[in-house]
């Protein structure tokens, strides 16, 4: 049993908070029961587990985790991707906070057959926040890597300027839902290039726009549903 804050496995585990150490490595942590649960689910192989009270003691494992007290066991994998495809999947350009990269990577594995396919500017899906997030999707459904121009098939993206609302848009499959930033959407030179754009329609007395977590998730659920095998 790890008893020394000194552990070599206890520093790794600290060293991968940093995007940098895991873009070096390739690895990061899944820290909680349910997520490590999870990865075995998914067929993740670890590089380590540690769990409270067997392989470390309790409160060395709070000390290192990112979740504070509570946490039971930890879990250090390998980093998948997927490759872009797919009937329906989601693109992310300058999406920075984890949370919702994780949480729309959560949205994609429940609605679609698609990854999340990541461009320039978003946050790592592999952090401590995104993985907690995606509640183990990352694993049953590993995120991509690619270019808006990379990607094949019905660009689409979602704009709240858009004309056309999107519970009226028809497009034929394979499409790509397109995002962009929190704040400012997809970049003017990206939209010029989608092959449709749409709006989701909201109530008048609502709100101007949605977190782009939800509007992904209220998109991905609007066009599976119509599509054979989604909804």
């Given at each position: 049993m790890i008893t020394s804050p000194h552990n070599d496995k206890l520093k790794q585990i600290r060293r991968l908070r940093s995007r940098r150490e895991r873009e070096r490595t390739g690895l990061f942590v899944a820290e909680g029961e349910?997520?490590?649960e999870a990865a075995r689910a998914a067929g993740a192989e670890p590089?380590?587990?540690l769990v409270a009270g067997k392989d470390v003691e309790p409160d060395l494992l709070?000390?290192?985790s990112t979740l504070g007290s509570g946490t039971r066991a930890m879990g250090v994998y390998r980093q998948q991707w997927s490759k872009p495809g797919g009937q329906l999947s989601v693109y992310l350009h300058g999406v920075g906070d984890p949370g919702n990269v994780g949480t729309i990577v959560r949205a994609a594995h429940a609605l679609c057959d698609g990854p999340v396919v990541l461009g320039p500017g978003c946050a790592d899906p592999h952090s401590p926040k995104a993985v907690r997030a995606s509640m183990g999707s990352v694993f049953a459904r590993p995120p991509a890597r690619a270019e808006l121009v990379e990607l094949t098939g019905t660009k689409l993206a979602l704009d709240a300027?858009?004309?056309?609302?999107?519970a009226e848009l028809e497009v034929a499959p394979p499409v790509a839902i397109c995002l962009g930033g929190e704040r400012g959407g997809l970049p003017a030179g990206l939209l010029a290039t989608v092959d449709?754009?749409?709006?989701?329609s909201m109530r008048p007395d609502g709100p101007d726009s949605l977190n782009v977590a939800m509007a992904a998730t209220v998109a991905l659920?609007?066009?599976g549903r119509r599509m054979p095998g989604h909804g």
């Open positions: 349910d997520l490590v590089e380590l587990v709070v000390a290192v300027r858009a004309v056309a609302p999107l449709a754009s749409a709006r989701i659920y609007e066009l």
